[in-house]
């Protein structure tokens, strides 16, 4: 399953989130402001902002990247 952070508010998240909508990509969304570890997965990452899409394989991304959500279909 697909993990997004997000937070409320960010037009990338919301943008990716209708993407794994669209093609039915089943996925966790996790609010990073009342979700500490969420956050805090977020800095391990060296993101310094949200959205961040990790796939099941562990590759992640911390924007809303078309190639690598297509790879996730």
């Not at 060296?46 to 279909?73: C, M, Q, W």
Request: net charge negative; charged share 25%.
């Amino acid at each position: 399953m697909v993990t997004l952070l997000s937070q409320p508010g960010c037009g990338p998240c919301i943008a990716v989130k209708a993407f794994l909508k669209k093609y039915q990509i089943e996925f966790e969304e996790r609010n990073v402001r009342e979700d500490t570890e969420a956050a805090a997965l977020v800095r391990e990452l060296s993101y310094s902002g949200t959205p961040v899409v990790i796939a099941p394989d562990g590759r992640h991304v911390g924007k809303f990247e078309p190639d690598f959500l297509n790879s996730l279909r």
